[in-house]
């Protein structure tokens, strides 16, 4: 089973979502694993503290022209979709940063010059918290594509019985490479008029990839009722709300888990273990 924690923006509570369900699920069921997918920013450790058993260095592969053999002809430069090759005067010079390794240059190079070179493009952490297992990627410092890492970082899970994945925010790359092939995504949004507006894109994107999916309001105030219309509309379900209490953002500044601290919020995620009970039937 896999349920992935997402956000249209940052600073919605997603991570407090996913850490706290996570170690609730852990004292019920074996083998739970949290996965920390925003490989850019990771923070569930800072709650979780988990004890690293594990660390893999993770590499991409990147072209490396043999400029004794290479004629200069082009085609790996006019195959590549993302600038990653350029020609200038017949001579191929190679961005590393922008490749994706899809492999196409060096399959269409008629003299094979292109050969694969490796870089660094962060590492993958095992640990265990607790009864919970614990996998996070983690970022080279100024890597500018996350997407491979993240796959990394969850292939590493991939054995593991029932996963929580918690996602980067926002709609694009990285967030499409995480919620793939999960079973149900948890989308986590405050009351707000930014909060509506980045629940909304992230909706679309959702709907676009065909997940299920089901709303979680943090921070749940007076103006609840923006989220509440807009998922009335959209015949979205809400699965729970968190309260607006100052003693949750407390725990959050001191790395603290809510459900440890604060025992009566477990009642506020008793509706996710629901959730997770009905996907697993």
């Given at each position: ?7 249209g923006?940052?600073?919605t ?23 920390d997918?925003?490989?850019e ?18 590499f991409?592969?990147?072209?490396q ?44 190079c ?8 490796q ?15 614990f ?20 292939k ?34 405050e ?48 699965l ?15 790395g ?5 601290e ?12 629901k ?7």
């Amino acid at each position: 089973m896999r349920i992935a924690v997402a956000s249209g923006k940052g600073g919605t509570g997603k991570s407090t979502v996913a850490t706290n369900l996570a170690y609730i699920l852990s004292e019920k069921y074996n083998d739970v694993c949290l996965i920390d997918c925003d490989v850019e920013e990771p923070n569930c450790h800072i709650f979780l503290k988990p004890e690293i058993k594990n660390s893999e260095e993770v590499f991409l592969s990147v072209p490396q022209i043999d400029e004794s053999i290479c004629v200069g002809c082009g085609q790996c430069v006019n195959i590549c979709q993302f600038n990653a090759l350029a020609i200038v005067k017949k001579k191929i010079i190679v961005f590393p940063e922008l490749c994706h390794s899809c492999g196409g240059c060096w399959l269409i190079c008629p003299v094979q010059a292109v050969n694969k070179d490796q870089r660094q493009v962060g590492i993958v952490e095992k640990g265990i918290s607790e009864k919970l297992k614990f996998i996070h990627g983690k970022s080279k410092i100024g890597e500018p594509m996350s997407p491979p890492l993240i796959k990394k970082t969850k292939k590493a899970g991939q054995n593991h019985h029932i996963k929580i994945l918690d996602c980067p925010p926002g709609t694009s790359c990285p967030v499409i490479t995480a919620v793939d092939r999960v079973d149900f995504v948890i989308m986590v949004t405050e009351p707000t008029p930014f909060g509506l507006y980045d629940l909304k894109l992230a909706v679309d994107v959702m709907k676009k990839l065909d997940k299920d999916f089901g709303i979680v309001i943090n921070r749940s105030s007076e103006n609840d009722y923006l989220i509440e219309d807009y998922a009335a509309s959209e015949n979205i379900e809400i699965l729970t709300k968190i309260a607006d209490d100052r003693r949750i953002a407390e725990c959050y500044s001191k790395g603290k888990l809510v459900v440890k601290e604060l025992p009566e919020y477990i009642d506020a995620f008793n509706p996710l273990l629901k959730l997770v009970k009905r996907i697993k039937q």
